[in-house]
């Protein structure tokens, strides 16, 4: 099982849908997870952070599940700017270096 | 205003030639770290440090040398020992304690 996995999409919605992306990581000693978003050619940024009580940024909403060891990410009355490439970030246990996924795309279409 | 420079934007090499990736951040972070991206891939890591003189191999170090001489500055060299040296490198910055990270604009490098 590799150790952080995300269906890479791509994601095609219509403007204004509702679109959630799926991430499981295989390390269950895991601590920190994020959502980082990366246009096309561009190097990713930090969308949100992913707390055990989850965490909602206006139309954004991530959720943690350690129990089936995935994090989530609701992205509701989606907009044409919000097409991108989604990655997905886990905490190693060694120490601060992140693992990341290899990406969803989204394209939100009018 | 702070943050995390790469220079250049655009790299072109010829084969068998070894390269230097700069990065620099202003930022006061602690921790740096090199990835690797590929088209359609995620990011891989390639070596990081935490703390000046010191550094780690990340899981594709093979190829790849670098030196965390000053707090501020990380440069990569890309050796011609790298098989396969064309890709979109990303430089990393975070705080002590903290993992969230935060990229430089990255460095395409082209291998002719």
């Known amino acids: 099982r590799k150790e952080v996995e995300q269906d890479p999409g791509p994601f095609n919605v219509p403007e204004g849908a509702t679109v959630a992306f799926n991430c499981t990581y295989s390390n269950s000693a895991s601590q920190s997870f994020f959502w980082y978003r990366q246009d096309c050619r561009k190097e990713p940024k930090l969308l949100m952070s992913v707390y055990s009580s989850g965490n909602e940024d206006g139309r954004f909403t991530a959720q943690l599940n350690r129990a089936s060891q995935y994090i989530s990410l609701l992205i509701r009355d989606s907009k044409l700017s919000d097409s991108a490439t989604y990655l997905c970030a886990v905490n190693t246990q060694a120490g601060t270096a992140l693992i990341f996924g290899k990406g969803t795309t989204l394209s939100v279409s009018s | 205003d702070g943050g995390i420079t790469q220079s250049p934007k655009y790299l072109f090499r010829k084969e068998g030639q070894n390269v230097t990736l700069s990065c620099e951040q202003n930022?006061?972070?602690?921790?740096m770290y090199w990835y690797r991206q590929d088209p359609g891939q995620g990011l891989r890591l390639i070596y990081y440090?935490?703390?000046?003189?010191?550094?780690q191999k990340g899981d594709i170090a093979e190829g790849y040398s670098v030196s965390r001489e000053k707090k501020e500055s990380f440069p990569l060299t890309v050796t011609s020992a790298q098989k396969n040296p064309t890709a979109f490198y990303l430089c990393?910055?975070?705080?002590?304690?903290?993992?969230?990270?935060?990229f430089g604009p990255g460095t395409r490098l082209t291998v002719l």
């Open positions: 930022l006061n972070h602690d921790a």
């Open positions: 990393a910055s975070t705080l002590r304690g903290s993992h969230e990270q935060f």
């Open positions: 440090s935490q703390i000046v003189n010191d550094f």
